[in-house]
């Protein structure tokens, strides 16, 4: 499916809770008022929806949340989207926290690749940030993730006086194993207003100084806006999502699906389209078309770009966990 600017969107990020164990300073520090289950998508429906998607093109997909993995019987969406004939790529963001003991499950549903978050590598920082202690076994997913043969993204936000120092460690540790560690840009959606964030440019500039012969890589890595540098002799690659200092809105693929059921056509803007309606109705071929219509829709509404440099036009007031980072 193509946008008014032509863009080729084809894929979805779909956020299966608002619910999360950790309690990141930057997403939902003190957790937020809890939207009752009847009000969230059912997997079935989440499939219904899927299914519509990639009968419209739209054939890649990130199970997000809030914390996916603390929706019960996530591993069987990860089947039910698998089992859609059409279906390019399921791919799945996590705090890590539960990720180990899933794995297997996962793995057999049919994940493909797995980004998991991780901002810190000294455990009283793991503590302020997430309000969780937690980093042993954020690694130990890491760890088994990889050793489970699935692709792994770190994703790590920066922030000013608390774990902007450590970027040199968090990049090592694409070192020694096949992981690509990515900085994200903070961005001003909820909590993210009250910090500033770090320039990726600066990271950048201070990766190629530490260390020389690092150049850029431009093979694919995934469906996301990031750019690529290689270090020599690392088995994986630093990624940068800059949001902010690097505006990717031209490239865009994506929408976004609530786990209210509402398309969201861009992150900055309050904008969406409601989905939830279409499941009164009891006829199944019909539901999908009308799902294809407001697929077609909410890509239709998707703008040229956001606005986090104009704080004052950003119209989404949702936290991130909310919305489905
Ligand atoms: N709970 C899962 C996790 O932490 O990976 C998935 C949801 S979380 C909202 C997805 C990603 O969004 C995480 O990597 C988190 O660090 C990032 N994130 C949350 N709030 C953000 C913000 N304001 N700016 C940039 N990234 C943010
Ligand atoms: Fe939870 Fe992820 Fe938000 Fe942290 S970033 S509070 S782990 S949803």
Request: aromatic share 6%; charged share 30%.
């Amino acid at each position: 499916m193509r946008d008014r600017y032509g863009r080729k969107i084809d894929y979805m990020r779909i956020s299966v809770t608002d619910r999360c164990n950790f309690r990141c300073r930057y997403c939902m520090p003190d957790g937020i008022k809890q939207v009752p289950m009847s009000k969230i998508l059912t997997y079935e429906q989440i499939a219904e929806i899927c299914e519509a998607a990639v009968s419209s093109g739209i054939t890649k997909f990130k199970i997000t949340g809030g914390e996916p993995l603390v929706r019960l019987g996530c591993p069987d969406l990860v089947r039910m989207i698998r089992e859609i004939p059409g279906t390019e790529q399921i791919t799945m963001t996590t705090n890590g926290m539960l990720l180990s003991e899933m794995l297997p499950e996962l793995k057999r549903s049919g994940l493909d690749a797995v980004n998991i978050s991780l901002d810190t590598l000294k455990p009283e920082v793991f503590r302020f940030i997430t309000g969780v202690d937690a980093l042993d076994r954020v690694l130990g997913s890491i760890r088994d993730a990889v050793d489970a043969g699935l692709r792994v993204k770190i994703n790590s936000v920066l922030q000013q006086g608390v774990n902007d120092g450590e970027w040199k460690e968090l990049i090592r540790l694409a070192e020694h194993q096949p992981v690509d560690v990515r900085f994200i840009e903070m961005m001003p959606i909820g909590h993210g207003k009250d910090f500033t964030e770090i320039s990726n440019e600066e990271i950048r500039r201070r990766v190629t100084e530490f260390w020389p012969g690092t150049r850029e890589d431009r093979t694919v890595h995934g469906n996301g806006p990031a750019c690529y540098l290689r270090i020599p002799g690392f088995l994986g690659s630093i990624g940068f999502i800059s949001a902010m200092h690097g505006k990717f809105c031209g490239s865009c693929n994506r929408i976004r699906l609530t786990s209210q059921g509402k398309l969201k056509p861009c992150l900055c803007y309050g904008e969406s389209v409601d989905l939830m309606d279409i499941f009164r109705v009891p006829d199944r071929t019909m539901r999908k078309q009308m799902l294809e219509e407001k697929l077609s829709e909410a890509v239709g509404k998707k703008p040229e770009s956001h606005c986090f440099t104009e704080l004052s036009e950003i119209t989404e007031k949702k936290d991130m966990v909310q919305i489905g980072g």
